[in-house]
């Protein structure tokens, strides 16, 4: 009964200290899409406009992995998906 009493509480606190760092290993892409969007002919202020949309997706997404909030970073890593539309990819 002890030994499952103890299994029980080191795989929870496990789950609970791994579940956040182990929850995004991806780099989703930001650096390729920013370069990408450089390199394309896009206006001045379009590029601008799309870099700044690049820059808060990933500042977002950085903290939404933080706190555990998986919903809302997904919706961040979706707006970066917007800009790789933008340029045709």
Aim: charged share 20%.
């Amino acid at each position: 009964m002890k030994r499952l009493t103890f299994s029980i509480a080191l795989a929870a606190s496990i789950a609970a200290v791994s579940g956040p760092a182990l929850a995004c290993q991806g780099e989703h892409g930001y650096k390729k899409t920013a370069d990408a969007l450089m390199q394309s002919t896009l206006s001045t202020e379009k590029k601008a406009a799309l870099m700044q949309v690049i820059k808060q997706s990933e500042m977002a997404h950085d903290k939404f992995t933080a706190q555990g909030e998986y919903v809302k970073m997904n919706a961040a890593v979706l707006e970066l998906g917007q800009v790789r539309s933008a340029l045709g990819k």
